[in-house]
Structures are given as structure tokens and as C-alpha cells.
């Protein structure tokens, strides 16, 4: 009987599936298969699981969920976009269903009404084993109604509507919003511009409140004048900025709710003549591409986008897999956030 070759025994936590198939001398999805109780010859089970012990091998949870993907369907819907958001997100996606046998449906529902939502989600249903909703359809409840009657596992990301019916992936938009504020408060800015988000996402109103806390804490009044409505598009920013700068007193910062409004900002004070950020500071969020293709770059909320979606499909690979014994796995999965400095704020200018 074959025997592993000899190797020193290593923390779990250091191991990976292919060293244990190269000690075994098999490949990584025969031991995949082992570690997921699949059909292979019990010489070879038994080569692989003196190897596992060996090395002091343990599948952690997303690993199992992966090698239990084969022939998977999960699909992601999309409408009216963040470009820079969505790329970020389908790029995480990608990572992980090409290291699997994940096949990834990429849909697009250009803006569709209450009822052609509910019919498309039918539709989708009959294709698809999970389904990843991104903003904005990840709070319509016409989608998450038809497919979860469907009994498809449906993943939420950046939502704040918690169902009962769907799993959540998002991070602490109101802390975030509230962090932001209050670095620029502690630069010295006193008359903040604020660009709001999409009126219909939860996201974005969690953002405005911990702005708006900050602000109080710090015994700042809101200027009506200094919120100014964005749908997260850069044509909004766009809109949103020249109606700030139009002010008879204008901010001394633009905090935008993301970065692709936030890049609009800075575009529309370079058209103005102003210097950012010596004139006037700007800030975004999501960390995207958008923040370091502007000059210059944005400081902005680092949302872990890709850990997002690795999380996303985590928990919709769990949901399948326990579909047959009417368990289905729901998580409110809050990742964390960070504040990155970069080139786009300094203290305010002085007024004569």
C-alpha cells in the first residue's frame, strides 16, 4: 500500500487543500471530494486522510461551501448602477466562481416597474439555484417576494431591510457616515455640503443620519441649503455640486455618498476655478475605482466590496446545500469598514 511521503506537521491555519494533495499524491478536487464525502476509491480516501492528519489539515467553512458548488447557478441582477460599485462587486464574483464550479448569470432589469420585477424574478427562478440582489434591487421587495415564495436562497448586499426570508452583507453605513463627518469636523470644517444617495435605499439614509449626528455631537446645525439630493450616478454629483457652489456661502467640504458623486464634486471645482482641497475639501465612499482616478484622489469609506461578494456567495452555497432539510441559512453579516486619507481634504480656507 502506498504511503504519503513524510512532512513536518504545520498549524492548521497554514495549510491549504493543495498541499494536502501533493502529499497524498492526488489532485485538490479528489481531496475536496474526500473531505466532502464523495465517491472515490477508499484506497485513495484512506492516502488523503492519512495526509489530512499529517498536516493537521481542517476545511474552513468557505472552502466546504466551494467544493459543494459544482453545476451551481447563482445569478446577479443589476439596474442603474454605480458603474465603478458594480465593477468592483462582478470582479469579486468572478474570483470566486472561477476558482469553482460556480456558473455566475449576470442579468440586467433595465428599471423595470413594480410588476415586470415580479415577473422577471418568476422567470429567474426557474433558471437559477441563488440569486445576489446589489443596490438598488436589493431592497425590492417585489423581487425578494416572488423568489423566496420560489424557495431560492437570495442574498441582499448593502441593504438595511433585513427580511425575514433573505440573508444580508453589509457594513455599518450609519458609523461610517458618522466617522466621515467627523473627520472633517476635526480638520476644521464647520459648513459641510452633504450629496444624499438614492432616495430609496436604506443605505443611504443610514449614511445622512450619522452625518447628521456627527454634526450635532459637534453642536453643527443642517443647512437645508448644504443637503442636496444624488441618485448616486456622476451626473447627479454633478447637479448636486453646482447647486452647493452656487451658494451665497458655500461649504468649505462635499462629503458624497459615494465616490463616482464625489468625483463629480471635484470635477465641477476645477470648472469653478477652485483648488481641492485648498479651496474647498471633497470626500466620497465605497473606496471604487472612481477614488483614485480623479485628481486629486479621494479620501473615502473603504467598503470591502469583494470580501462582499466572497461572503455573499459563502452564505448562498450553505443556503443551497441545506435547501433538502428545509434549514435555510440567514445571516445580517456585517463586514468592517475603514477611513482612507488621501489628497482630497485640508483644513478650510480662511474668510475674509
Given at each position: 500500500m502506498?504511503?504519503?511521503?513524510?512532512?513536518?506537521?504545520?498549524k492548521?491555519?497554514?495549510?491549504?487543500?493543495?498541499?494536502?494533495?501533493?502529499?497524498?499524491?492526488?489532485?485538490p478536487?479528489?481531496v475536496?471530494?474526500?473531505?466532502?464525502?464523495?465517491?472515490?476509491?477508499?484506497l485513495?480516501?484512506?492516502?488523503?486522510?492519512?495526509?489530512?492528519?499529517?498536516?493537521?489539515y481542517?476545511?474552513?467553512?468557505a472552502?466546504?461551501?466551494?467544493a459543494?458548488?459544482?453545476?451551481?447557478?447563482?445569478?446577479?441582477?443589476?439596474?442603474?448602477?454605480?458603474?465603478a460599485?458594480?465593477?468592483?462587486?462582478?470582479?469579486?464574483?468572478?474570483?470566486?466562481?472561477?476558482?469553482?464550479?460556480?456558473?455566475?448569470?449576470?442579468?440586467?432589469?433595465?428599471e423595470?416597474?413594480?410588476?415586470?420585477?415580479?415577473?422577471?424574478?418568476?422567470?429567474?427562478?426557474g433558471?437559477?439555484?441563488?440569486?445576489?440582489?446589489?443596490?438598488?434591487?436589493?431592497?425590492?421587495?417585489a423581487?425578494?417576494?416572488?423568489?423566496v415564495?420560489?424557495?431560492?436562497?437570495?442574498?441582499?448586499?448593502?441593504?438595511?431591510?433585513?427580511?425575514?426570508?433573505i440573508?444580508?452583507?453589509r457594513?455599518d453605513?450609519?458609523?461610517?457616515?458618522?466617522?466621515?463627518?467627523?473627520?472633517?469636523?476635526?480638520?476644521?470644517?464647520?459648513?459641510?455640503?452633504?450629496i444624499?444617495?438614492?432616495?430609496?435605499?436604506?443605505?443611504?439614509?443610514?449614511?445622512?443620519?450619522?452625518?447628521?449626528?456627527?454634526?450635532?455631537?459637534?453642536?453643527l446645525?443642517?443647512?437645508?441649503?448644504?443637503?442636496?439630493?444624488?441618485?448616486?450616478?456622476y451626473?447627479?454629483?454633478?447637479?448636486?455640486?453646482?447647486?452647493?457652489?452656487?451658494?451665497?456661502?458655500?461649504?468649505?467640504?462635499?462629503?458624497?455618498?459615494?465616490?463616482?458623486?464625489?468625483?463629480?464634486?471635484?470635477?465641477?471645482?476645477?470648472?469653478?476655478?477652485?483648488?481641492?482641497p485648498?479651496?474647498?475639501?471633497?470626500?466620497?465612499?465605497?473606496?471604487?475605482?472612481?477614488?483614485?482616478?480623479?485628481?486629486?484622489?479621494?479620501t473615502?469609506?473603504?467598503?470591502?466590496?469583494?470580501?462582499?461578494?466572497?461572503?455573499?456567495?459563502?452564505?448562498?452555497?450553505?443556503?443551497?446545500?441545506?435547501?433538502?432539510?428545509g434549514?435555510?441559512?440567514?445571516?445580517?453579516?456585517?463586514?468592517?469598514?475603514?477611513?482612507?486619507?488621501?489628497d482630497?481634504v485640508?483644513?478650510?480656507?480662511?474668510?475674509?
Open positions: 502506498d504511503k504519503p511521503k513524510k512532512s513536518v506537521r504545520r492548521t491555519s497554514g495549510v491549504t487543500i493543495d498541499e494536502v494533495a501533493t502529499l497524498a499524491g492526488v489532485s478536487m479528489t475536496s471530494r474526500v473531505m466532502n464525502q464523495g465517491k472515490v476509491r477508499d485513495t480516501r484512506e492516502r488523503v486522510m492519512r495526509a489530512v492528519h499529517a498536516l493537521g481542517t476545511p474552513n467553512l472552502a466546504s461551501s466551494l459543494a458548488a459544482q453545476h451551481t447557478r447563482i445569478a446577479l441582477i443589476y439596474t442603474n448602477p454605480s458603474g460599485y458594480l465593477r468592483e462587486l462582478l470582479v469579486g464574483l468572478l474570483r470566486v466562481a472561477s476558482s469553482s464550479a460556480i456558473q455566475l448569470v449576470v442579468d440586467y432589469w433595465d423595470l416597474d413594480t410588476e415586470a420585477e415580479r415577473n422577471a424574478a418568476r422567470a429567474l427562478a433558471r437559477v439555484d441563488g440569486v445576489i440582489l446589489p443596490p438598488p434591487l436589493c431592497e425590492s421587495q423581487a425578494v417576494t416572488e423568489l415564495k420560489a424557495g431560492i436562497p437570495v442574498v441582499a448586499i448593502a441593504s438595511g431591510h433585513l427580511s425575514e426570508d440573508s444580508c452583507v457594513i453605513d450609519f458609523h461610517a457616515g458618522k466617522e466621515m463627518a467627523e473627520y472633517l469636523i476635526q480638520q476644521g470644517h464647520s459648513r459641510i455640503g452633504f444624499r444617495g438614492r432616495k430609496d435605499l436604506s443605505a443611504s439614509a443610514r449614511r445622512y443620519d450619522g452625518f447628521v449626528t456627527a454634526l450635532h455631537e459637534a453642536g446645525e443642517v443647512e437645508p441649503g448644504l443637503v442636496q439630493q444624488g441618485d448616486y450616478t451626473r447627479s454629483g454633478l447637479t448636486a455640486a453646482e447647486k452647493l457652489l452656487s451658494q451665497r456661502k458655500p461649504p468649505t467640504a462635499i462629503f458624497a455618498s459615494n465616490d463616482d458623486m464625489g468625483a463629480a464634486a471635484i470635477s465641477v471645482a476645477h470648472r469653478r476655478g477652485l483648488d481641492v485648498r479651496d474647498l475639501s471633497v470626500v466620497g465612499f465605497d473606496d471604487s475605482s472612481a477614488a483614485t482616478t480623479v485628481w486629486p484622489e479621494l473615502t469609506i473603504h467598503q470591502p466590496i469583494a470580501a462582499m461578494a466572497n461572503a455573499a456567495i459563502d452564505i448562498l452555497l450553505r443556503s443551497i446545500r441545506r435547501k433538502t432539510d434549514t435555510p441559512v440567514l445571516m445580517d453579516h456585517v463586514l468592517p469598514h475603514r477611513l482612507v486619507t488621501r482630497s485640508a483644513t478650510p480656507p480662511k474668510r475674509r
